[in-house]
Nanobody
Framework: EDLVESGGGLAQAGGSLELSCVAS????????MGWYHQAPGKQRELVAG???????NYADSVGGRFTISRNNPARTTYLQMDSLKPEDTGVYYC??????????????WGRGTQVTVSS
């Protein structure tokens, strides 16, 4: 598998979780990385992205609560999720692409990790 996510689970509202995405081979060093959220019954949406140079952007819904980062030697992208809300519930997917603007059209995806936030 090109991308493997971990770290999902159950959290209470206001709590925190950290997701990890490990990339294989040269995928990590050659691509921007992003995290997508798919809520039940809804389309997948980008929540955070980080370029090779470490520049980040966030969806308005998670700004100030989520932090994306990348550890180059470990080929790992992280998503620190704080002040969780029930609407953050869903499957979180990791994706890789040459630029953040084409991330949604990438064919490099992980299988996802489930996050459930209880109220």
């Amino acid at each position: 598998e090109d991308l493997v996510e971990s770290g999902g689970g159950l959290a209470q509202a206001g709590g925190s979780l950290e997701l990890s995405c490990v990339a294989s081979g040269s995928i990590f060093s050659e691509n921007s990385m992003g995290w997508y959220h798919q809520a039940p019954g809804k389309q997948r949406e980008l929540v955070a992205g980080v370029t090779i140079d470490g520049n980040t952007n966030y969806a308005d819904s998670v700004g100030g609560r989520f932090t994306i980062s990348r550890n180059n030697p470990a080929r790992t992208t992280y998503l620190q999720m704080d002040s969780l809300k029930p609407e953050d519930t869903g499957v979180y997917y990791c994706a890789a692409a040459r630029t953040l603007t084409v991330l949604g059209r990438s064919n490099i995806w992980g299988r996802g990790t489930q996050v459930t936030v209880s109220s």
